[in-house]
DNA sequence: TTAGATGGTCAGGTTTTTCTGACTAATTGT
DNA sequence: ACAATTAGTCAGAAAAACCTGACCATCTAA
């Protein structure tokens, strides 16, 4: 994943491409999120191909995995600052998407 | 290509999904483009991507192609209405490449 | 103690996407 | 007449993405 990029657009995509992760980015705009709760929301999917959109989106910092020390440790991820920042183009997305 | 969707980066990625699509719609954004401008412009791209993207993109609606007659007849591809809807969309894009 | 949930990994196969090279046809310049 | 440019198409191969099913470890509830 070169982050060079004069086209933002391909920049987007390169973070999101994938079947998975615009879903996937989406449900954590909600808050942090879990793996088995991802597998379960997104119809059609599969652990495997949940876990490495995971994987990548975290490798790209749009996503980070924190271990919660309770009684059942359980994990959760989240948007990072990065992730963020592309929260404002998804409401512009929304806009456009109402518009056509 | 189906377009009911509740996730607009989805909706995005799916209609700028594919290798050269993000790129030659950026540069359709400059104004009408030709075939062989856009394969000169894109490097490591190759006729036959080129021309099923930009199939592909037609058939969206985001481009459309005109046929100038005129003495050596040429072919333009420009954004439609529709194309242009996504003009804020890339601005906004730009705005936060620049800021992360 | 045994079943079920969570959060994965791994190998292998299938499907989708992309690339290469050959070919076509119209037009223009030399 | 011949080469070059534009704007493609097509078949087949290669590469990338995705899926399935098996497996594993930890924990909890019955």
Redesign the interface.
């Known amino acids: 994943m070169e982050s060079e990029?004069s086209?933002?657009?391909?920049?987007?995509?390169k973070m999101?491409?994938g079947k998975w992760k615009?879903?996937i980015?989406?449900l954590a705009l909600d808050g942090p999120i879990r793996f088995n709760t991802l597998l379960r929301q997104i119809e059609g999917s599969n652990k495997q191909s949940i876990a490495v959109a995971l994987k990548e989106l975290e490798e790209q910092s749009l996503l980070e995995k924190t271990i919660i020390q309770q009684k059942p440790l359980h994990i959760e991820y989240m948007l990072t600052e990065?992730g963020r920042?592309?929260i404002?183009?998804?409401q512009?997305?929304?806009h456009?998407?109402r518009?056509?």
Chains 1, 2 share one sequence.
């Open positions: 990029n086209c933002p657009a391909e920049y987007l995509l999101l491409s615009p879903q980015f989406r990065k920042t592309l404002p183009v998804f512009q997305l929304e456009v998407v518009v056509q």
